[in-house]
């Protein structure tokens, strides 16, 4: 069964840091592996994504300030975040491409050009000022 299970969310202060994890099992076959996250009244939307050959993309807020990773036989994804800020503030999803699509809130999701078949169940991050 696969399965993708997050952690290492909370609550900081503007400025502060946090390190997501994202452990991946029950895949067959190397996939991207990635981060979404979703702000109160917005859409989920792409933060960072990894291949399995170290290609690594970004959105343009996660640049500079954020960095993501692949350990463990490429099974584990983390995603750290620096200098936070409210803004930041959201429920930060992982996911993994292949598989049939996986909409969230009618969107189909992609990573490496590939769409999300799964997701993880979230882990809330909250920056005050």
């Known amino acids: 069964q696969v399965q993708l299970v997050e952690s290492g969310g909370g609550s900081v202060q503007s400025g502060g840091s946090l390190r997501l994890s994202c452990t991946a099992s029950?895949?067959?076959?190397?996939?991207?592996l990635g981060w979404f996250r979703q702000a109160p009244d917005r859409e989920r939307a792409g933060v960072a994504g990894?291949?399995?050959?170290?290609?690594?993309t970004y959105a343009d807020p996660a640049k500079g300030r954020f960095t993501i990773s692949l350990a463990g036989a490429e099974n584990t994804v983390y995603l750290d975040l620096n200098r936070l800020e409210p803004e930041d503030t959201a429920i930060y999803y992982c996911?993994?491409?292949?598989?049939?699509?996986?909409?969230?809130?009618?969107?189909?999701?992609?990573?490496?050009?590939?769409?999300?078949?799964?997701w993880g169940h979230g882990t809330q991050v909250t920056v005050s000022s």
């Open positions: 996911g993994a491409a292949g598989g049939a699509p996986a909409y969230r809130g009618g969107r189909q999701y992609a990573l490496c050009g590939v769409p999300v078949g799964y």
């Open positions: 990894i291949d399995g050959e170290g290609g690594i």
């Open positions: 029950g895949f067959t076959t190397r996939r991207c």
